[in-house]
C-alpha cells in the first residue's frame, strides 16, 4: 500500500473552519481552535483561506530539530508522532517546521502536530468541501504541482 499524506487545495477551503472544531474534539473533547493540530489562514489581501497542515515530510525537520527524541515517525501512517513526556516546549520543532504546522498547547507544556488520527483524518472525513484530503503520495505530489503550477501562471485554473 503506497503511503498516504494530508493534501489541501486551498482554492476549494470556503473557511468555515470545520476541520478545526472536529480536530480540537478529537484530540481533546473540546472545539477550541488554540487546540487544534490544523489550521486554517485567512489571507486578508486575496480573502482566500489556506489550511496550514503536516504533510507528513519525507525527511521530517521537526524530528531532527527536537533535541529530546520527543517526536518519532508512525511506521504504519507516516503521521509524526509525539511523546508528550519526552517533550520540554523547547520549540525547535515549531521553527523547523516548513509548513507551519506544529504549534504548542495553550494548557500544557508540549507540541501539538497532526497524528493523521491513526489513519482515518477526522478533519478529511468532515470537510465539506474536500479541500482536505488523504491521497497516496503520488497523487497528492500531482496536485501539489498543479497547484504550484497555477500559482506561476498567475492563479489561472486551466483544468
Known sequence: MSRRVLTAEPEKCIGCRICEQWCSLT?????????TRIKIF???ETGKNVPIICTQCKKPACIAACPEGALTKDVKT?????DKAKCTACRKCVYACPNGAISMHPDEEYAQICNLCHGKPKCVENCP??????LPIEQSDRI????????AEGGKNHD
Open 78 to 82: 507516516g503521521a509524526i508522532k509525539i
Open 144 to 151: 501539489r504541482k498543479s497547484i504550484i503550477g497555477r500559482k
Open 129 to 134: 468541501e474536500k479541500a482536505i484530503q488523504y
Open 42 to 44: 485567512k489571507n486578508e
Open 27 to 35: 484530540h481533546e473533547g473540546v472545539v477550541n481552535p488554540a487546540k
